[in-house]
């Protein structure tokens, strides 16, 4: 399977399982516009995952990496992480920004906005694995995952006030989001930084693992479960939750309503329904 080659990110597939590491160890990861390019073209290339079988997509098969000649899901979840060190990503390029005009630090912080958005809007789930600093627009990375899992070393916040700054790749409406107005107005205000185990409490990070591996395997067995249900199911949730965001319950219903029906038209439905009753293991088709 052919996922292109990156200056800054090493991206591996195994086991349906795809892990993109964010690889600048020696600025702690920190996301120059090349990562944030680099990241985008990721995402474009998991963003046709399903399209060719799903009754709501266009029927192109965007083909490339993520999607194979029969539009089926080859894979089934994404690992976000940093190369190891002290760093899952310590933030914004600091060292970029400061030659920038505030018209091209803008143009950084929307690209980087894509970069979430088109996180979200994947068809799969992506879990951020956070070993060391989140810091900046690396939690604000990890925010756009669909949840998170951390080592014992990580730690997470939003030190912009320390630069003159505010949280710019999404933290001031994602990190309320998760955690609540209160909690995410004293963590950007005060910019302290949470351990894993704070992260944890808050509902920032939903498993701490001792070491590295041990985090990266987890991430792994949890998208290998997921896995196990049907992908086309699995999308719609995935689409429901993330667009019900931010709406009235009225208007979040009606959201869920149209992924609703959407999954009732699709032959996976037709099979895990079938096989409940037949007392069988469903084979999900992926349509
Ligand atoms: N950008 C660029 N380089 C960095 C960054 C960064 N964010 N963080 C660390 N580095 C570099 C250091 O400059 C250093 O390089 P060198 O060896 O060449 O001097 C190397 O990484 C190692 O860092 P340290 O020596 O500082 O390592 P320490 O272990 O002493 O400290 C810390 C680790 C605490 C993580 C420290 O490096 C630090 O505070 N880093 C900055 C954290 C931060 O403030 N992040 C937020 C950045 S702002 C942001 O993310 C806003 C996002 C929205 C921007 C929108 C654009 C308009």
Redesign the pocket.
Known sequence: MDFGSYETLIVEFADGVATVTINRP???N???REVIDELAKVCDLFSGLGDARREDGDGANRGGAGADDDGAWPVRGVILTGAAG??F?????????TS?SPD???A??RS?HAVTLALEALPVPVIACVD??A??????LALAADFIYASESA?F????V??G?????G?SVRLPQRIGLGMARELIYT?RRLTAHEASSLGLVNGVFPTREQLLAAAAATIREIATKSPTAVAFAKRSINEAVGRTTAEGLDVEANAFRAAFETEDMKEGTEAFVAKRSPVFPGR
């Open positions: 020696e600025a702690l920190a996301l120059s002290k760093a990503v310590a933030g914004a390029d600091i060292r970029e920004m920038m091209e630090a803008v950084y912080a980087m060391g600093y810091l900046g627009g690396g939690c604000e730690q916040g939003q030190p912009e320390n630069l700054l505010v949280p710019g790749f933290g910019a």
